[in-house]
């Protein structure tokens, strides 16, 4: 029997939990699509596509490239 492996991402971890400088209790996905929406003037479509690259990121990856789009 194959082992089972929870690989958690960091887009499921609340905001605060994973930036010192968040106070947000909202999931990293949540922070990310509300940033995009607001700056594509609330286009769907527009706002999954630049959301769509961070599915497939790992966590180290991850990290750095939301905070370079949330914190700036």
């Given at each position: 029997?194959?082992?089972?492996?929870?690989?958690r991402?960091?887009?499921?971890?609340?905001?605060s939990?994973v930036?010192?400088?968040?106070?947000?209790?909202?999931?990293?996905?949540?922070?990310?699509?509300?940033?995009?929406?607001?700056?594509?003037?609330?286009?769907t479509?527009?706002?999954?596509?630049?959301?769509?690259?961070?599915?497939?990121?790992?966590?180290?990856?991850?990290?750095?490239?939301?905070?370079?789009?949330?914190?700036?």
């Amino acid at each position: 029997m194959a082992a089972v492996v929870d690989k958690r991402s960091l887009l499921d971890e609340k905001m605060s939990d994973v930036y010192d400088w968040s106070d947000s209790d909202l999931p990293v996905r949540d922070a990310l699509w509300d940033h995009f929406m607001e700056a594509s003037n609330h286009n769907t479509d527009k706002t999954e596509a630049e959301v769509k690259p961070y599915n497939d990121m790992s966590n180290d990856e991850l990290k750095g490239k939301v905070e370079a789009v949330l914190k700036a």
